[in-house]
């Protein structure tokens, strides 16, 4: 067999032929409640921009003055020459706005979990993991060589069944997304710190989506709980709420600096560029002195979810600015999103393996830019094409 025989894929060639290919739009302005993308107007409801601070003047200030400043990257690792004093800053804060000991930030989010995950876990250890954890955390479990158990989807029952399994020497993570990127819903976060507790387990909450949503002023999905002190690693990512690119791990001082030690992936990548590092810092000093741009969030996501539901769209309904539309079936998600697109309103078809067939999605997120009148057109406009059916032939 040749190696590239994998790379004849039949259902993204029916896909092309079929019109309904939704990937690599191009854009040809900033991620904003409204975008130009492929030369048209279109609703932005597809970007992980929740605070809508990519088009912020101050974060886009202070990127352009550290790239002046600093130069345009490292040129290596954090661990060698690739330590600026920006990273140190945002570390700090970082930490002391979350509530954490201690802080280390890594170039991607997806590198963060990498980072954090293999050098915790390893060989005799077992990580427990959702089924709906993002796919970084199911590479860096794979990466860590420790045992890895998957619990169904927010399945407390489940959870404690693949914990009585475990050796009682054995070292033990519970990792969990704190929000669920594809369904919106949150992690029953109370109930896996008591089985932490019970069964001598670590806790790791993924907080890339709950980060500048929940919690007081935006802290996270620990905070939005009461459990910061009770979850021994926090990890979140830079590209969502905080408009730039990278993530960190927050945790003991202790758990950090060993990290910083050992972690491959963290000491052999290129640390954050000053443009991205300064980006992220700016953003989390808007956040602290706006804590009110989270409650806008919320409140805009709010007013979009019962527009669909008034509408007769079905949901997922759950409190977070991610509103997932039921569209069932790969083609038909496919077809919905292509009209969807048409029609000048951008979300992102959720497909298998990102979720079972048969259970397809259009995941819709908002920022706490958009505005009412904005939000009630994409309502108009979601709530006509989703009623109407699918009317093509996707045979």
């Not at 939704?22 to 597809?46: D, N, T």
């Amino acid at each position: 067999m040749d190696l590239f025989d994998k790379c004849n894929y039949d259902l993204l060639n029916k896909v092309r032929q079929l019109g309904i290919y939704p990937y690599f739009h191009e854009l040809q302005s900033r991620q904003a409640p409204v975008v130009q993308m492929e030369g048209k107007r279109i609703i932005m409801l597809g970007s992980n921009n929740y605070l809508g601070l990519t088009e912020d003047e101050e974060v886009i200030e202070a990127g352009i003055k550290a790239l002046w400043k600093y130069g345009s990257g490292c040129s290596g690792s954090r661990f060698l020459n690739g330590t600026l004093d920006l990273h140190n800053e945002l570390e700090h804060e970082l930490a002391e706005f979350v509530g954490k000991e201690d802080c280390m930030t890594c170039s991607t989010g997806f590198q963060s979990n990498l980072a954090i995950i293999s050098s915790i876990a390893g060989h005799g250890d077992y990580i427990l993991n959702d089924r709906e954890n993002h796919a970084s955390i199911y590479d860096a479990c794979r990466l860590s060589f420790a045992t890895t158990l998957r619990y169904k989807h927010s399945d407390m029952e489940d959870l404690e069944r693949q914990l009585q399994r475990i050796p009682q020497k054995a070292g033990i993570l519970i990792v969990t997304d704190g929000v669920f990127s594809m369904r919106g819903d949150i992690c029953k976060l109370p109930e896996i710190v008591k089985l932490a507790e019970k069964y001598g387990a670590r806790v790791m909450v993924d907080d890339a989506h709950g980060f500048g949503v929940l919690g007081k002023g935006g802290r996270g999905t620990a905070d939005y709980f009461g459990l910061t002190d009770k979850v021994d690693i926090i990890m979140l990512t830079f590209s969502k709420s905080l408009a730039s690119i990278g993530g960190c791990c927050l945790a003991s001082h202790r758990v950090v600096d060993y990290m910083r030690h050992v972690s491959r992936p963290f000491i052999f990548s290129a640390s954050m560029t000053p443009a991205s590092c300064a980006t992220a810092l700016a953003a989390l000093r808007k956040l602290k002195a706006h804590p009110e741009m989270s409650e806008h969030l919320m409140e805009i996501a709010q007013f979009f979810r019962e527009g669909l539901k008034e509408n007769g769209v079905k949901i997922i309904d759950a409190p977070t600015p991610i509103i997932p539309i039921f569209t069932y079936h790969s083609l038909d998600t496919l077809w919905y999103g292509k009209k969807l697109f048409d029609e000048g309103v951008y979300v992102n078809p959720v497909l298998a393996p990102a979720c079972v067939e048969g259970e397809c999605l259009l995941r819709s997120t908002l920022m706490a830019t958009h505005t009412q009148s904005v939000v009630h057109e994409a309502v108009d406009i979601i709530s006509d094409v989703i009623n109407h059916g699918v009317t093509d032939d996707l045979s």
